[in-house]
């Protein structure tokens, strides 16, 4: 007896046959390559969209505050001049009826970020539904379908004072000027000042214009009276 028991021990471990670990990886390397080639089948190709509108939208300087006084911030945003929506597009690298490009669009993105009188922008694209009412219909899009890009900023307080007084021995001198970054909501800059020193006055203009009609030139102009 004690002889059969020890056989029936010594070769119970023989009838598990354990796969060598390369196959273990071969088997995963097979299966991941069946899901990234599934996922690419049913991913749709960005390069067959079509840009069929775009959107502006531009949002005040101030947020209205969700509990408190409102007042300066709504008296703030009344006296501020949201910046235009052609000003918005000029610095836009795609059209209606382009077709979409992501890549495109992170750049237009990275341009707008950084205009002095904008502090942020966001572009999205949305697939049209099939009542072409620019909806998504929660489905995935499929390859050509038409889609509606939203471009949404966000303007800076762009009118900035400034005040310098100062005492030197009897005499007072000081400065006054006003500053502009986003003139009537056009992206011009123009800044005037006034000052007075020790042994004369003078007056300053200063103008900056980035899009010169709407091109690509830019202006910058200065003009002093000493």
């Known amino acids: ?34 899901s990234v080639s599934a996922s690419a089948q049913t991913a749709p190709d960005l390069g067959t969209f079509r840009i069929r509108a775009i959107e502006i939208v531009t949002y005040d300087v101030f947020d209205q505050p969700i509990a408190g006084w409102s007042a300066p911030y709504d008296a ?45 922008a966001r572009i999205e694209w949305i697939p049209v539904g ?3 009412d620019g909806e998504p219909d929660g ?18 307080w762009s009118l900035v004072a400034n005040v310098q007084l100062a005492q030197i021995d009897d005499q007072t ?15 011009k800059e123009v800044s005037v000042s006034h000052s007075v020193t020790l042994d004369r006055s003078a007056d300053r203009f200063w103008y900056r214009d980035p ?15 000493l």
């Open 1 to 34: 007896r004690q002889r059969c028991q020890d056989t029936s021990v010594h070769r119970r471990p023989d009838a598990v046959k354990i796969p060598p670990p390369r196959g273990i990886a071969l088997t995963l390397a097979l299966l991941g390559s069946l």
């Open 76 to 120: 703030a945003n009344r006296i501020h001049t949201t910046t235009r929506e052609g000003v918005i597009r000029r610095e836009l690298l795609f059209a209606s009826g382009d077709v979409l490009n992501p890549v495109q669009l992170e750049q237009t993105e990275r341009n707008l970020r950084a205009l002095r009188f904008l502090r942020d």
């Open 130 to 132: 099939e009542e072409n």
């Open 139 to 156: 489905r995935q899009p499929e390859a050509g379908q038409p889609v509606d890009v939203r471009v949404e900023v966000w303007d800076v």
């Open 173 to 187: 001198v000081w400065s006054a000027g006003v500053s502009e970054k986003n003139l009537l909501g056009w992206g």
């Open 211 to 225: 899009q010169v009609a709407g091109s690509r030139l830019r202006l910058t102009a200065a003009v002093a009276d």
